[in-house]
């Protein structure tokens, strides 16, 4: 490894404040409206297990883009994510990012 991909992946990780969210819309407001979008399809059909879905839906994600932004240095990637990295690595599985 380098000097420049030490710097990278040693660099401490400060939250970004007014960080410009996709058409103005923040990831709070994004999770409401497409919740509010799902219940508004639903026609009448019942449902459960909710929490479970949109965990899987944004985890996967989540994870990606972490262990993309690591360089898929899982120590790093759990550091960032505040997961201990065995953790980390069974959720990686679950969604076969492993």
Known sequence: MNSAETFIT?????PQ???AEPQ???LRGSVEQ???NYFQHLDGQSVSNVYEMVL????APLLEVVLK???HNQTRA???LGLNRGTLRKKLKQYGLL
């Open 69 to 71: 932004y690591t360089r």
């Open 34 to 36: 497409a919740m509010e």
């Open 56 to 59: 899987a839906e944004v985890e």
């Open 78 to 80: 759990a550091q960032v």
């Open 10 to 14: 040693d660099a401490p990780i400060a």
């Open 24 to 26: 103005g819309q923040s």
């Open 17 to 19: 404040q007014n960080v």
